[in-house]
């Protein structure tokens, strides 16, 4: 007898996964076979690329064939393309029986799956957000007499991640019987166990095979490269060189983090002519199936993917999975590098790491209780195409931003709020309100910020206006050392406005009046070139050389319009300088005069377009 057929499975079952090469049942197959049959809720969780498919499909056909009515069965999952690939195991494994299936999924006609809905298949197999559209708008079929419940992905199901799909669930969890099995099925179930058991109603059976091993497969060889993120693309395109010079016959799955640049590498690899396809979600549905069909054919090797490809895709042919971004998340990365090395099979995942990403790499191999290998690279050749990739990849963004790359982007939320029932245009409004709130009280911050900032400016100015050695004898008789007993008490802070004509010898006449206490007087240059002077170590230096930091950024940055001037005078020589000047040179400004003193006495206004911008006050 095959060890299917000890399982509980009939001869007809048995016979059609011998057909398919399916002989010894897996681990998760064996342990959730027999309490499927039995009747009882299950948990599933098992390794990627473990069989996990066909142990629910299995029994469900198994028990449809004993009682075929529909809508007997409803298996739920997060992605078009995963529910066409489930669709695809009852129709193949239940060929004897001719099962009759319906998926329902976005970004198809909804009027033909209705229809297909109202002619009761046996089997409807759907991702959540267009299921619960059907039951919302239509009455013209029922789920309230199905046997079977199957969340594959469970976990993704319940997470709240980019797409929540919790509310859909609520409308579809409605419409179901109360009496039902239930199976949930997934590599990473331990997250939301909790709450997966709330749905599996009775106590499910738990067909996890060992709970403490490894959560990868020992087929997969688990690489990384520590690289900076402006030699990532080089690393990409000489990893792909090297695999595809050495196997004719591998296929490549290259995971990113966003849809655009998922277009943008896709580009870049084929300006290296490397055959490369796309899938991320801002494709159109047919064109998402017809690229996953070219690469499953082998007619193209490398697809680039967002993680819309990260869970239950099962590509034989796939060799290599290359993650362009560390992923955030333990389980992303099991399920991303789960794409290869399933059923048996080797295979090998390299991650491109920056120093930034190193905690997640940390957090990985923890959670998957596996130590990462670094992958051995030759980095001379690397550096060799670095400025070639570089430039190909800014020509790639260039021609993509010219597209309506964006605007599609756009469109397609737009879409997407209608489909929630919302008024884009209301949303775009309110949008712009709370954008406009946050500015108000990040420039409010910001001025806070800045009144601090020249309150501790001022003190700073006013501690170093205090006699002390440093300013020793060139300070001129009454601030030095020399002055006597009263020079202290007077330059100290409260010495206020009149600190500035009696700081030195040379304070003259200019400096005078005009030294007033506010923020932007001209005291406050010397204080700014004091503390950049202190703070640099290069005290001296800096007033030899007659440099002065100045900073007004925040003020000038309103004034884009009108390029200001910055006019210094410095030991009676005036310097005008461009704002393009005072930007390139960090906001500070040199003096062409060599200062003989440290106490230079600094004029310093700043006009735009005819108009005074700064100092506010004294001028
Ligand atoms: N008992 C078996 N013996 C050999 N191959 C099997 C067996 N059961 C399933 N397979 C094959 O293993 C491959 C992977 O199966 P499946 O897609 O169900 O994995 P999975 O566990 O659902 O993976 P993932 O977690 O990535 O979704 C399929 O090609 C399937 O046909």
Redesign the pocket.
């Known amino acids: 007898m095959s060890e299917f057929a000890a399982l509980g499975l009939s001869d007809w079952l048995v016979k059609q996964?011998q057909q398919?090469?399916?002989?010894?049942?897996?681990p998760?197959?064996e342990n959730c076979l027999p309490p499927t049959l039995e009747g009882r809720d299950v948990m599933g969780c098992?390794?990627?690329?473990?069989?996990?498919?066909?142990?629910f499909v299995l029994p469900v056909l198994q028990k449809l064939s004993e009682d075929p009515y529909g809508i007997f069965c409803l298996v739920l999952t997060p992605t078009r393309e995963l529910a066409y690939q489930i669709a695809e195991?009852f129709r193949v494994l239940g060929k004897p029986l001719g099962v009759k299936d319906c998926i329902v999924v976005g970004g198809m006609d909804m009027v033909t799956q209705a229809l297909e809905l109202s002619n009761q298949p046996h089997v409807v197999v759907a991702t959540p957000g267009r299921l619960a559209d059907h039951i919302r708008s239509s009455n013209t079929f029922s789920l309230r007499r199905i046997q079977f419940l199957i969340l594959?992905?469970a976990d993704r199901l319940l997470e709240q991640g980019c797409t929540d799909f919790s509310s859909d669930l609520e409308v579809i969890l409605g419409a179901l019987p109360a009496k039902r099995q239930t199976l949930l099925?997934?590599?990473t179930l331990t997250d939301t166990l909790q709450e997966l058991k709330n749905i599996a109603l009775n106590e499910p059976s738990s067909g996890r095979a060992n709970p403490s091993e490894t959560r990868t497969v020992e087929e997969l060889d688990q690489r990384y490269i520590l690289t900076p993120e402006k030699v990532k693309d080089a690393h990409l395109v000489h990893l792909i060189q090297t695999f595809t010079d050495e196997h004719h016959d591998w296929s490549i799955i290259i995971f990113t983090n966003t849809c655009k640049n998922c277009q943008v590498l896709t580009m870049m690899l084929r300006e290296f002519n490397f055959p490369t396809i796309s899938l991320h979600s801002m494709m159109k549905q047919k064109q998402r199936f017809a690229n996953l069909a070219k690469f499953k054919a082998s007619v193209y090797r490398i697809l680039i993917a967002t993680d819309v490809a990260a869970?239950?895709?099962?590509i034989?042919t796939v060799q290599v999975v290359i993650n362009h971004n560390t992923p955030g998340l333990p389980k992303i990365y099991i399920?991303r590098v789960?794409?290869t090395a399933?059923?048996?099979r080797n295979g090998v995942s390299i991650t491109l790491v920056t120093q930034y990403d190193i905690h997640l790499v940390h957090s990985i191999e923890e959670q998957t209780q596996t130590k990462l290998k670094e992958f051995p690279t030759d980095e001379k050749e690397v550096h060799k195409i670095l400025t070639q990739v570089n430039v190909a990849r800014r020509e790639c963004e260039i021609k993509l931003e010219a597209s309506d790359f964006d605007e599609k982007k756009e469109i397609n939320k737009r879409k997407q709020m209608i489909l929630e029932g919302k008024d884009p245009d209301l949303e775009a409004k309110r949008k712009a309100e709370l954008e406009k709130i946050r500015s108000r009280k990040k420039k409010f911050k910001e001025r806070i910020q800045e009144s601090m900032e020249q309150q501790k400016q001022a003190q700073v100015k006013k501690s170093i206006r205090k006699p002390g050695p440093k300013a020793g004898p060139k300070a001129g008789p009454k601030a030095g050392p020399k002055a006597g007993p009263k020079a202290g008490p007077k330059a100290g802070p409260k010495a206020g406005p009149k600190a500035g004509p009696k700081a030195g010898p040379k304070a003259g006449p200019k400096a005078g009046p005009k030294a007033g206490p506010g923020p932007w007087s001209k005291d406050h240059i010397e204080a700014q070139t004091w503390r950049m002077s202190t703070d640099s170590g290069r005290h001296l230096d800096a007033a030899e050389m007659g440099g002065f930091t100045v900073t007004f950024a925040t003020e000038l940055d309103k004034e884009r319009a009108h390029p200001p001037f910055c006019t210094v005078v410095a030991n009676s020589t005036t310097i005008r300088k461009s704002w393009r000047d005072v930007c390139l040179t960090n906001s500070v400004i040199y003096c062409n005069t060599r200062v003989e003193n440290r106490h230079i006495q600094v004029e310093c206004s700043v006009s735009s377009g005819g108009r005074s911008l700064w100092p506010p006050i004294h001028r």
Do not use: Y
């Open positions: 996964c398919l090469g399916i002989n010894k049942p897996t998760v197959q098992a390794k990627t690329g473990s069989g996990k498919t066909a142990a195991q594959d992905e099925f997934s590599a869970r239950g895709l099962d034989p399920h789960g794409r399933r059923a048996g």
